[in-house]
């Protein structure tokens, strides 16, 4: 399994970003696609995540309205757009899949059952 995120970058708070995570060696339909961020010195947070078998997306309280998920399954990525950035948005950014399990549906934004993890993309928010 492999992951590769992109679309990082510098923007200036009040904007936005679209980052993109494409996915190859699993059968994307059984697997439930995560982001998850971590700022310096800080544990990983699950900012959002969709589940490709039936569409169901799940976000983090402190994105909810602000960051929407997507996914396009012919094309075995995930897309998340990301609008009204502040700077306590800045993180190193990860995409990461899980295959479905009870521990999963229970904490599906909880690091625990993803298991395939990719690079990360910076994202940095200046005030």
């Known amino acids: 399994v492999q992951l590769v995120e992109s679309g990082g970058g510098l923007v200036q708070a009040g904007g936005s970003l679209r980052l993109s995570c494409a996915a190859s060696?699993?059968?994307?339909?059984?697997?439930?696609i995560g982001w998850f961020r971590q700022a310096p010195g800080k544990d990983y947070e699950g900012v959002s995540c969709?589940?490709?078998?039936?569409?169901?997306?799940y976000y983090g309280d402190s994105v909810k309205g602000r960051f929407t998920i997507s996914s396009d399954n012919a094309k075995n990525t995930v897309y998340l757009e990301m609008n009204s950035l502040q700077p306590e948005d800045t993180a190193v950014y990860y995409c990461?899949?899980?295959?479905?399990?009870?521990?999963?549906?229970?904490?599906?934004?909880?690091?625990?059952?993803?298991?395939?993890w990719g690079q990360g993309t910076q994202v940095t928010v200046s005030s």
């Open positions: 969709i589940s490709n078998s039936d569409g169901r997306t």
């Open positions: 990461a899949a899980a295959q479905y399990s009870s521990s999963w549906y229970q904490s599906p934004l909880g690091t625990y059952d993803y298991d395939w």
């Open positions: 060696g699993l059968l994307f339909d059984a697997y439930a």
